[in-house]
């Protein structure tokens, strides 16, 4: 990684401009689903998944409250579609292949058009050949800006994910049946906006808007910062309005597939010196993911000058007379393989949400897993009645968990909770945006083998 390759003191979008951020003040500038390649590690790795030739996905800019057009077109001979993950957008802009729109083939472009009612840090990913796509590299993130500058001189984003690579730096299966039967198949190249350990140069003694994000289709991270002054501002893009003690090494915070933290970090005084983005992963030394490097002189700031970030303007749930709603996820006893149209199959029906694994996106006649009404509260308990962890996702809700079977859980508004083994957590939402949701396991192999089904709200 070379100095100074990001620049530096430029305000929010500055970070995002060695991705190839986009201006989206210069209109609609299509996204193009294209064949990639890219050093990954010494040697080139082709038939990668990106929306240009030579780069990861960009970091896609929008502002609360304010419309984005994003045209999407597939050059791909397969067929995809995209999903904005976490926005709490109109269903027919949601991504979801069958449910929500016809999947794109070869040549096509979807106009996707949308209003993010929500500051914060997102992301997207295909939802149609989920698991080639996204593990060939098609995950990329997304920031909503909030209307109020919250003061940072700078910021970083982080696309923590793995991919699977032989020796030669060739693509390995995406999955294995047997890992897809359990805790999910890992990928032995552990990058951080496609490259291992960058560093990244902010000016010292300034404060850094870090924004991590766990784009990988399987693994959950064990997560902390070193050396750092910093604090726990935003999860899964909503602004913490707690305390959230900072995680250590031996107490790391997880992010699941899916999941996000974002950090502000007031960077060391003097040159040179780092505060690193620090994981565990299993088997292996903790390691450094990222760096953030001081740069020239300090320019002293102090995290007490930032402004708190302003709530999102999610719905409270009154839970005195909230409906509640099981759901169980575990194996299925079931073979099969599910219908997914166009957009692939594993081959596999390993897991099942109520005891039923989702027969397929393109599957005929396939109902809700529950029918919420609009705008009235409601409590979902999920189970995890298996051994494996399950990041829990809902498109197009917002919602908080509210009690555990095994642990504390603060209230930080989400839209994926990770369940731990034999974990059962209610979380508590307001129906207040029609449509149906998918509502899957984050571990695509999970999602991709039976655990997925919708949430329709009417
Ligand atoms: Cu991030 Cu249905 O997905
Ligand atoms: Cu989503
Ligand atoms: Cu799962």
Redesign the pocket.
């Known amino acids: 990684m070379k100095r100074r390759e990001f620049l530096l003191g430029s305000g929010a979008a500055a970070g995002a401009l060695g991705l190839g951020g986009f201006a989206l003040a210069s209109g609609p500038q299509e996204l193009a689903i294209q064949p990639a390649s890219f050093s990954l590690r010494e040697q080139v790795t082709e038939g990668m998944v990106s929306l240009s030739p030579d780069a990861p996905p960009p970091v896609l800019y929008g502002k609360q409250g304010e419309v984005m057009r994003l045209p999407v077109r597939n050059t791909l001979p397969d067929y995809t579609a995209m999903?904005w993950?976490?926005l709490r957008i109109a269903n027919q802009m949601?991504g979801?292949p069958y449910l929500t729109q016809i999947p794109m083939g070869e040549g096509e472009t979807f106009h996707y058009e949308f209003t993010p009612p929500d500051a914060g840090t997102y992301?997207?990913?295909p939802?149609c050949m989920?698991m080639e796509q996204m593990a060939h590299g098609l995950t990329g993130v997304m920031v909503i800006t909030e209307a109020e500058d919250p003061g940072f001189n700078s910021e970083q984003v982080i696309n923590l994910r793995d991919f699977r690579l032989d020796d030669a730096g060739a693509f390995l299966p995406a999955y294995t049946p047997r890992g897809a039967a359990r805790a999910g198949t890992f990928g032995n190249v552990h990058t951080a906006n496609w490259m291992q350990a960058p560093a990244y140069d902010h000016a010292a003694g300034s404060l850094v808007r870090l924004r991590v994000v766990n784009t990988d289709t399987t693994r959950i991270y064990k997560l902390h910062l070193d050396g750092a002054g910093a604090r726990i501002i935003a999860w899964d893009g909503h602004p913490v309005e707690i305390d959230v003690p900072m995680p250590s090494a031996n107490d790391p915070l997880l992010v699941g597939?899916?999941q996000r933290v974002d950090f502000a970090v007031r960077m060391p005084e003097s040159e040179s010196q780092t505060i690193n983005l620090m994981a565990k992963l299993p088997g292996q030394p903790m390691r450094a993911m990222a760096r953030l490097r001081a740069l020239g002189a300090s320019v002293a700031r102090d995290l007490r000058e930032l402004s708190p970030l302003v709530a999102n303007p999610v719905a409270k749930p009154n839970l005195d007379n909230a409906q509640l709603h099981e759901f169980v996820f575990g194996w299925t006893p079931e073979g099969g393989e599910p219908n997914n149209g166009f957009c692939g199959s594993l081959g596999y029906n390993f897991w099942s949400i109520n005891r039923t694994p989702w027969p397929g996106d393109a599957a005929q006649d396939v109902g809700p897993l529950a029918t919420l009404e609009m705008d009235k509260s409601y409590v979902l308990r999920l189970r995890n009645e298996s051994p494996n962890l399950h990041p829990i996702?809902l498109?197009g809700l917002a919602f908080i968990p509210i009690k555990s079977n095994l642990r504390t859980l603060p209230p930080l508004m989400t839209?994926?909770m990770l369940l731990l083994k034999d974990e059962v957590v209610e979380i508590a939402l307001v129906a207040d945006n029609p449509g149906d949701w998918?509502?899957?396991c984050?571990v695509i192999e999970h999602?991709k083998t039976g655990l997925?089904g919708f949430i329709r709200v009417v």
Do not use: K, L
Request: net charge negative; aromatic share 14%; proline share 5%.
């Open positions: 999903h993950h976490g949601d979801v992301w997207y990913h939802h989920t597939p899916g996702h498109h839209d994926t998918a509502f899957h984050h999602q997925t």
